[in-house]
């Protein structure tokens, strides 16, 4: 039994299995440029379609982190902190602000507030510069220059690095990464590492030049709701080179484990 041949039939170019079709009439695209226009009128149309492209174009919102607020016991010691931070604007530019800080649970309360112009330079990650503000209990509060990066890094860690330089001309820096492991829908477990570093030998703040500083944690949270999470954690910290022996100096500990109770919230 022989094969059959293909139908004679106009093909095209492009397609040699597709019949040739043939063009529109002149009349199909001489339509209005909004199709509804034609039915309710430019005037009715005007309102719906500004709220089309404000919900789905170039989107302003803005937004309140509570990343740490909490409580700390060890080491004989009791202590809280606060790690807040908040933004507003589009997708590529944004105000930022954040602020950490804390104290002994009977002790003067020190802490930082930065104000930030963020602008994104890759679908993952931002550029920041600003200043920053110092409050500390020894009345010296130096303001800083800022400048950072802000992103998500390869496996889903959230890195948040800056330098800052201070109006007495010191050169610091700072590396916090974090990664969100979920266990169940609800149930979270949260490494935690944070890294600093100082340029040269800050004897006011007790630091040595080099690396000065890590934290490491692990924080377990469960989200009664997405934007509210109670958690417990432990969390290590140790004081590095020459800042380790400023402190030994002055008959402290560099290094000390705690454990931490504490809420993570956003609106």
């Known amino acids: 039994m022989g094969a059959m041949g293909p ?23 001489s339509g209005p440029s909004h199709a509804a226009d034609a039915v309710w009128g430019a005037g009715q149309m005007t309102g719906p379609r500004e709220i089309l ?19 700390g016991f060890g080491d004989g010691e009791e202590s809280w902190l606060w790690d807040v931070s908040g933004w507003t604007g589009g997708d590529i530019n944004r105000f930022w602000w954040k602020s950490e800080g804390g104290s002994a649970f009977d002790g003067e309360v ?17 550029v ?13 509060d130096p303001t800083h220059l800022v400048l950072g990066v802000q992103g998500l890094a390869p496996y889903w860690w959230e890195v948040d690095a800056a330098a800052f330089l201070s109006t007495e001309g010191d050169l610091t820096a700072r590396v916090e990464a974090e990664y969100d492991q979920r266990i169940t829908q609800r149930l979270i477990l949260q ?39 109670p958690y417990v954690g432990v ?19 560099p290094e000390h484990t705690r454990f931490v109770i504490g809420l993570k919230a956003w609106f």
Not at 202 to 209: D, K
Request: proline content about 9%; charged content about 30%; hydrophobic content about 35%.
């Open 191 to 229: 490494p935690r590492v944070e890294v600093e570093a100082s340029a040269t030998d800050i004897p006011e703040l007790r630091l040595g030049s080099g690396l000065t500083h890590v934290e490491a944690g692990l924080r377990l949270r469960y989200e009664i709701a997405r934007e509210f999470a």
């Open 53 to 71: 492209r404000r919900e789905n174009g170039d989107v302003r919102a803005t937004a309140v982190i509570i990343d740490r607020l909490e409580a």
């Open 110 to 126: 020190e802490g930082e507030i930065q104000a930030l112009y963020s602008r994104a330079i890759s679908p993952f990650w931002d």
């Open 128 to 140: 920041q510069a600003g200043l920053r503000q110092d409050f500390r209990r020894d009345g010296e």
């Open 7 to 29: 139908p004679d039939v106009p093909t095209s170019a492009d397609d040699p299995g597709r019949p040739r079709q043939p063009p529109p009439p002149p009349g199909a695209l």
């Open 235 to 253: 969390e290590w910290s140790r004081e590095l080179g020459g800042t380790a022996d400023l402190t030994r100096a002055l008959g402290g500990e």
